[in-house]
């Protein structure tokens, strides 16, 4: 599997793909990053929109547990924390998807508000080990089509 984004003079692969697994609306901010099967399928998407000054927001959709490749968490959390300079990330889940707030939680996002059907986190650049790996001197290798 490789790391994959979508261009903007092309048709948005990751982002339809992921669309039909979490009604992620299109926007103009949205940029993605997937993991793409060698027969040129999907198998995990994230997407970041909803841009501030230092922060914005992560949505992430998967097959399988499996195609959450370290590769993909490092590129994905890279992307925001590094590249663009933000301090911050967030994630909205819906109360009843304990799959989801067990994998946010297990990302290392901490909830920081709860409503009547969702809850939202957040992660701060200084508490992302994704992103502390990669200081550490550990590479991100991703190659990106």
């Known amino acids: 599997m490789k790391l994959v984004t979508d261009q903007p003079d092309q048709f948005p692969l990751i982002w339809n793909w992921m669309s039909k697994r979490t009604n992620l609306p299109w926007s103009t901010d949205l ?18 929109n909803a841009w501030q ?3 914005c927001f992560m949505h992430v959709a998967f097959d399988t547990a499996h195609s959450l490749t370290r590769g993909l968490l490092k590129a994905a959390f890279e992307f925001p924390f590094v590249k663009c300079g933000k301090r911050a990330v967030y994630a ?4 009843e998807n304990l799959e989801c707030l067990r994998l946010v ?6 909830p920081i508000q709860t409503t009547i059907d969702c ?13 502390k790996e ?7 290798s991703t190659s990106h089509a």
Not at 42 to 48: L, N, R, Y
């Open 31 to 48: 940029r993605t990053i997937g993991v793409m099967r060698a027969d040129g399928s999907i198998a995990a998407g994230v997407g970041f």
């Open 53 to 55: 000054t230092d922060s």
């Open 92 to 95: 909205l889940i819906g109360s």
């Open 105 to 110: 939680k297990k990302l290392g996002y901490r």
């Open 119 to 131: 809850v939202m986190f957040e992660m701060l650049s200084e508490e992302c080990r994704w992103v």
């Open 134 to 140: 990669k200081e550490r001197g550990q590479s991100l």
